[in-house]
């Protein structure tokens, strides 16, 4: 059943129209009334069949105002690089403790971090972190030495993306309380990201549908032309 708020929303604009990106901002903006402050999320369908190697969409993008929520970042590394790391402000530093720990269930954290020569003791750990997207990939910048500069850009905000099994790929780009202009910036460089990110095997349209919400919001279609 449809609440009195999300009649309220609807009413505010036309749902088989495609607007602008300024235009979709506005309206979500606008409608993001919860008593929270809400995520202002993007989902793109693309034309992609991730089945495939050469058709699958996945990277990392660090939008221009961060997304307004500090990542929590656990860190596989030793000596030196641990020290760094911790120093960088990551949420969780160690090596063989730290593997024992997520053994036990911990995962009070978003993104997974290994220097090279850890994944020996990160590669049993692959089932686990595997499943919830947390398994460090070298493809991703999440194995390396610069373990300081990877923490400093997630606590930024940096966001990491991937298509699911749909050819989906859906993230939160921007908070409600941003300005409008932010989070059209957010947005703008958030879509210039997926568009450069187009594989090599994507055949035909590979941008079919873009839509900009807010956590308790209504989806507005943005028409990629404007």
Known sequence: MVG????????SYDK???YSTAEAVKIVKANAKAKFDETIEIAMVLGVDP?????QVRGMVTLPNGTGKSLRVAVFARGAKAEEAKAAGADFVGAEDLADQIKGGMFDF???????DMMAVVGKLGKILGTKGLMPNPKLGTVTMDVAGVVKAAKAGQLQYRTDANGLIHAGV?????AEEAIEQNVKAFID??????PSGAKGVYIKKITLSSTQGCGVN???AL
């Open 16 to 18: 088989t129209k495609n």
């Open 222 to 224: 943005i028409d990629l």
């Open 110 to 116: 978003d993104r997974c971090v290994a220097t090279p």
């Open 193 to 198: 990201t997926i568009i450069k990110a187009k």
């Open 4 to 11: 009195k708020r999300l009649k309220e929303i609807k009413k």
């Open 174 to 178: 921007a908070k409600a309380s941003f």
């Open 51 to 55: 089945k495939h190697a050469d058709q």
